[in-house]
């Protein structure tokens, strides 16, 4: 149900749209002049999600190498677990029986669940094609890491009309998921926000394969909502997670915007999806213009996840373009392996340069990693190869992302959001590369 309600402003502030769902509401707080851009909040079950957020990954019910409470003083709002994998292991029966993925893994704020369609993308497609993880379209310098799968890859994968086939990467037992299978483990796994189960295409295929995808991709969400809507009629309790469709058009502008149609059209008994994600393998020059027709067709009340994107200059993009919610693994898999952010660019701390640099990464971060350790020692640790490693510079690494969105929040509630990026993406792309 949407209404719009105009509060006295409170400072800057005011609210412009207000989407109820289930125990879900969506306020746009403020928007940006010219632009797709907006801020608002998103009310969960588990606690409200201030927007844009950026989500934690943690693919099997936990963020590497940290635990809830580091997480939580990090300022993440919000993790993202991931279907396929907490279906093979543990189980979606055993999570349930826990209590769902937040009581599982003892973090008490908002979560939500991919639908492990990625999956369909990244083992099968695309497996052994070297195109899982980058993107090769025209210039390898424009090219983005996009949806990495934090964890070992599988290996089989077989794309039907019902569903996808694969073999367990864990024990080679041979699996099959259809869309109404994965809203059952997904409600199963109990996040407060779940997604319908998409094929995820590289830009690489034809248009013919790409055509083909998309029917299968909006067959598929509309057998979702289905089994999403029955399910929520069966349940007595008051709690009925949040479903988001998911649009996919790779690179072309007629199926983008045919498929943002037709997923924001889309409807069961009345019931539409709750919000969007914005699916697909996309090359860093034409990310925007992608996001852009999308967005211009998704109502504008309900909110946007950006699925897998996580770098400052795509963050940015994505914000001004009208998304929401972000989810990426970098973050930590960058810190794992020694690369960390920092305002002026990335910098890799086993660089011989930092080995008696007793600075701390970055001066002026209010993190746990900057505030205690310098540059010296995390380098120390990463040449032995310690765990605290992984975590210091997960840690630092989280923090900046995170709070880099919470900053963009910040100057579009004060006005001064273009201010911001400029004067930001000059110091952090001047020297990143
Ligand atoms: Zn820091």
């Known amino acids: 149900m949407l209404c719009s309600a105009r509060r006295p402003a409170q400072g800057i502030l005011e609210t412009t749209f207000v989407y109820h769902m289930k125990n879900f509401d969506f306020k746009i707080l403020k928007k940006l002049e010219n632009s797709l851009g907006r801020a608002g909040t998103l009310e969960t079950p588990h606690g409200v999600i201030e927007t844009p957020a950026f989500v934690a990954v943690g693919t099997k019910a936990t963020i590497k190498s940290l635990n809830p409470d580091q997480v939580k003083d990090i300022g993440t709002q919000v993790v993202l677990g991931n279907t396929y994998h907490l279906y093979l292991q543990p189980g979606d029966e055993i999570v349930a029986k826990a209590g769902g993925i937040g009581k599982f893994m003892n973090w008490s704020g908002p979560t939500m669940t991919d639908s492990g369609g990625f999956q369909v993308f990244s083992l099968g497609v695309a497996y052994g094609k070297d195109i899982s993880k980058v993107i090769k379209i025209t210039d390898p310098s424009l090219m983005i890491p996009e949806r990495f799968d934090d964890s070992d890859a599988p290996r089989l994968a077989k794309v039907g009309q019902d569903g996808v086939s694969f073999k367990s990467h864990l024990d080679g037992t041979i699996h099959y998921i259809t869309p109404e299978k994965s809203i059952e483990i997904q409600h199963n796994l109990g996040a407060d926000i779940i997604f319908a189960f998409d094929e995820c295409t590289s830009p690489a295929e034809d248009l013919k394969y790409q055509e083909e995808a998309l029917n299968r991709t909006h067959a598929w969400a509309k057998r979702c909502l289905e089994r999403h809507v029955k399910l929520n009629s069966e349940v007595n309790s008051n709690f009925a997670p ?133 540059r010296a020692y995390i380098a120390h640790l990463f040449h032995g190869k310690e765990m605290l490693a992984g975590t210091l510079a997960s840690t630092h690494n989280l923090y900046f992302i995170v709070n880099l969105v919470k900053k963009i929040r910040r100057s579009i509630l004060d006005g001064n959001f273009h201010e911001f990026k400029v004067e930001f993406l000059e110091k952090y792309l001047k020297s990143n590369n």
Request: charged share 30%; proline share 4%; net charge negative.
């Open 242 to 374: 949040a479903l988001f469709g998911i649009v996919q058009g790779g690179r072309e502008e007629s199926l983008r915007k045919k498929s943002a149609k037709i997923i924001s059209e889309m409807s069961v008994d009345g019931k539409s999806f709750d919000g969007f994600g914005i699916g697909g393998s996309f090359a860093k020059e034409d990310m925007s213009t992608a996001v852009k027709w999308v967005n211009e067709i998704l109502p504008e009340e309900k909110p946007r996840h950006l699925l897998g994107i996580g770098e400052p200059e795509d963050l940015f993009m994505g914000i001004e373009n009208g998304v929401d919610l972000f989810d990426c693994v970098l973050p930590t898999r960058l810190g794992r392996n020694g690369t960390i952010y920092t305002k002026s660019g990335k910098i890799h701390i086993e660089n011989t340069k930092y080995r008696e640099d007793f600075s701390p990464i970055e001066d002026d971060c209010e993190c746990y990693t900057c505030k205690s350790y310098t």
